[in-house]
Nanobody, 127 residues
Framework: EVQLVESGGGLVQTGGSLRLSCALS????????VGWFRQAPGKEREGVAC????????YYGDPVKGRFAVSSDHAKNTVYLQMNSLKPEDTAVYYC????????????????????WGQGTQVTVSS
């Protein structure tokens, strides 16, 4: 059974950085497209970033372009989300997810494309 566990969230001041980790068990990230999502209170879950397995391209949501970056450590079967220049509007619960399917570059942020989800980790950015 595939399981994803996020970690690395916390409280940080505006302008600070955090690195979130997503550890996968029951599979390998080499087999999946990996997405990062976030959900702020009262808002829908939105796509933050994605690494597409089929075309090996990184995608980023407009609010985080130039500030966030996805990387991975295959030996640890872990994917990371490096978050720099954090803003209060980045405050949310962050989730990683994996997908066996790929619906094209305009669909990377669609929640229904993803099969497995982690439990989420809270990121709070103080002003």
């Amino acid at each position: 059974e595939v399981q994803l566990v996020e970690s690395g969230g916390g409280l940080v001041q505006t302008g600070g950085s955090l690195r979130l980790s997503c550890a996968l068990s029951g599979g390998t990230f080499d087999d999946y497209t990996v997405g990062w999502f976030r959900q702020a209170p009262g808002k829908e879950r939105e796509g933050v970033a994605c690494f597409s397995l089929p075309d090996r391209v990184f995608y980023y949501g407009d609010p985080v372009k130039g500030r966030f970056a996805v990387s991975s450590d295959h030996a640890k079967n872990t994917v990371y989300l490096q978050m720099n220049s954090l803003k209060p509007e980045d405050t949310a619960v962050y989730y990683c997810a994996t997908a066996l399917r790929w619906w094209g570059d305009t669909a990377w942020g669609r929640r229904d494309m993803y099969d497995y989800w982690g439990q989420g980790t809270q990121v709070t950015v103080s002003s």
